[in-house]
């Protein structure tokens, strides 16, 4: 009888060290900490955190649990989450720490547990059997006040002499103070210390830096917002010569035109367009010039537009006067006599005013005289014959129209 008690004795204790052990389910491994216990042992709420301020609680192990340095524990959050924005990060025997900034306000529940690694050393002497505990916690997160920020992330381009207002904002609608901390806004603009509202007409081009300081009146709760203004002087086109004062230009059929419009101020490439109206067949436009040659008469209305790289445009409404290429339109003198007082008038079809006439070719008879300025021939002719006269005249643009004409000169009646 004693042998057999022996027997079993032995196979007892050898079933026992193949047996494995299943890890605990209770809190036995927490310590009492900050974290104090509300529904029993088994449950803890911890000090309160507030959205969007630090919080950080450490959850200590109990003296005496696990396996000490030779295998430290492991800490994990085993069940739902914790509050959003903290995190768990485990320090073995040490314990654990929750913190972080919390994002959301409410009451947030979850479960902690401690892990004792299994460990043998040596081999077949078991130091650590690989246990577990778990605790559930409960971390309140009340609603902070909510942040001031301030806005907006960029301006806009302003131009001298035109109305500007740029709005300030904030994350919160709470009555504010608002005013500029540093630097300065371009001459001709200011900020309303009510509602935040940068405003006014520029009158300095340049760049301009400032910070803008906003204060919640009813606490101490405060931001800046450094920003800068561009400004820009406004897009100007003129023209140059052929174009007049009056935006007019004459030119003639077959004949090379060429004029430019100069654009001053705004910023970056500019982009030259037909608005409306149209160019003389043969002309275009092209990078704020006009050229080629026209080849039909008439007169011509049109607005040219130009546009700077920040969208600013300026228009040049004008007109070109194209004319019918020179010549000279006279094609016959009626006779003169001799003795007889004489005069004639030379006129030209097309070409542009004024006109400059001279003779270039063969004598006028005796007695004529020739106007060069308005092409008239006038005076007692003295001899008969037939004379051949080349004229030329010369139009305001250079343009050159000859023709030889013939001037007869019947003798006097005798009596």
Known sequence: MAVKRLFVVALLAALSACVAFVPRASAGDFADGPCFDSNGPDTATCPAGTTGSQYSVTILPKEGAGCGQASPQVWTVSSVAIPPGLTLSS???AGAVISGIPTQAGNFTFYITVHNPYKEDPPGTIICNGDSSDKKFTIPINPGVPKLTLGPESTTTGTTGAPYSLQMTASVPDAK?????SGTLPPGLAINAS????SGTPTTAGTYDFTVLAKVNAD???????LEIVVRDPLRVTGTDPFSTARRASTEVGVSFDATLDATGGFGTYTWSLASGQ???GLSLEDGSISGTPRTAGTYAFIARVADAEGRTASYPARIVVAE???????????AKVGKLFGAKLKTFGGVAPDTWRITLGPLP????????????????????????TFEVTDSLGIVAKKTLKLIVIPAVRK
């Open 325 to 335: 290429k020179l010549t000279v339109a006279t094609t016959i003198f009626r006779p």
């Open 279 to 281: 160019l003389p067949r």
């Open 366 to 389: 005796r007695g004529v005289r020739f106007d060069r300025t308005t092409g008239t021939l006038a005076g007692i002719p003295k001899k008969a014959g037939t004379y051949r006269v």
């Open 220 to 226: 101490s709760r405060s931001d800046t917002k450094a």
């Open 195 to 198: 509602t935040g509202l940068i």
């Open 91 to 93: 320090n073995g025997t």
């Open 177 to 181: 103070t608002w005013s500029i901390n």
